[in-house]
């Protein structure tokens, strides 16, 4: 029998780290991932219409971005190369 965390610490463990990236991204730090990273950019406005419609809406002037690495974009290419039969490649 497997040992685990119940299922009450696994959603306390998630969120934990869920709440830690909220706060990286806030302060303008990156948060990586294997693939790529999540970062904090500032919103395109175009004009004093959207600004007001930002405010009014209570939306942020920034937004979160995902943002592919180098070798993100080439797992992305080898999945797209392999041909799609119903078992998954393990190896």
Known sequence: MACGHSRRESVWIVNT??????EALKRGRKVE????YLQK???MSFSY??????WYWDRSEYIVEYVIDRRGWLELIDLEREPSSGKAKRG
């Not at 780290?17 to 909220?22: G, L, P, S, V, Y």
């Open 17 to 22: 780290i869920i709440e830690r990236m909220i």
């Open 33 to 36: 991932f294997p693939f790529g």
């Open 41 to 43: 950019v500032k919103r």
């Open 49 to 54: 219409r959207d600004k007001w419609n930002d």
